[in-house]
């Protein structure tokens, strides 16, 4: 599967269509995400005049036909449920609301807690995300070190409500984060391990979507066919997601530097090699030492992107570039609903990929 002119043109469209949501560089992705108002009109009063109503007859066919409808499969309103109906999930970051939806469909309501452009490293939950927690039927999060803000609010929730974390998930195989740091600090359990692992498309597909699966049939039995078939169209797009991003990077694999370590499972997966990275833990300046190897290290393998996220700051970032000479390219591990490019899971790892690759005109930050 070549990555050839069409994909290209795909790539530059989308680029093209996100182009105005970048205006102002990641600053301008930084917004509070509060429920909008609900307006209510004047009500307006009823005539007192009583017009002529329908023949008897007319009365009894209308009932009829509401009849008929309520006993149909459908009961005259379709398989879907819709509102107050759906399951109602409650996610702490956007990649796992987006892998809900893609197999629950319109039978569930997903509220993300971490709204576009937040960081989970600083994030502090408000008094209406307790009250969409509290009346959820299903909390998932990633867990660990990475959103423990989301666990706090979850047991705040009540202890009824079944709770997934992610990275518990048999046959995750977590790694290690952060390469190329002597200074790293090693911890409690978790504290090592790379909590970004929805950035492997294979891990999606073979570990969290069948959870995702399995949790939403056993909540909701009778979307159980709705979900098979949602997993089932999933699965098939992740594999050739998968299959166009393995054939990308087998022409692209120049080097790069990451703000921080959020790329370890898509740069193994893709044979990119150990992605090295400025702050191990966000907004916290390297020592030294790790600044001065990075710089060396970068120079000798001609570095020419290192990788900036809309969730955090760039001042160290935007020093390092400086001092190698290498563009600054936005790329994007939480995704944002209100871009297109990045609004749904496919898109947002391509968006990020072909960042990566360094084929699309639209990511790189002056």
Known sequence: MGVGPRALGRRQQLAANRRPSLTGGP????????????ASGPLTRC???????????ALYGILLIGVLLACSPSGGRGTEPRGAEALRVVASIE?????????????????TLLPPGGSPHTYAPRPSDLRQTAAAAWLIRIGH????????????????IPTTEVLELPGLD?????????????GPKGLDQDPHCW?????????????????????DPVGAPRYRAGLARFSEELVALHAELEELFRKRRDPVVALHPAWTYFAERYG??????????PGEAPSPRTLADLIRDARR?????????????????????DEIGASLVLVDPLGDPRDPARADYSELLRFNAYAIAGLTDSAPVH
């Open 301 to 321: 393998a001609r570095v020419e992107r290192l990788l900036i996220e809309p969730q955090l700051p760039q001042s160290a970032a935007r020093a390092l570039a």
């Open 47 to 57: 005539s007192t005049t009583r017009p002529r109503g329908p023949s008897h007859a």
């Open 145 to 160: 070190h990475f959103d423990p803000w989301a666990g706090s609010l979850f047991r705040a929730a009540g202890t009824d």
């Open 174 to 186: 977590l790694r290690v984060a952060g390469a190329h740091h002597h200074d790293a600090p090693h």
């Open 95 to 111: 990649p796992l609301a987006m892998i809900v939806r893609e197999i629950g469909g319109p039978r569930v309501a997903v509220h």
């Open 199 to 219: 950035l492997d498309p294979v891990r999606v597909r073979t570990v969290v979507a069948p959870h995702v699966l399995e949790t939403l049939e056993r909540l």
């Open 27 to 38: 600053a301008a992705l930084q917004s509070a995400r509060e429920p909008d108002a609900v």
């Open 272 to 281: 990119l090699g150990e992605v090295p990275v400025v702050e191990r833990v």
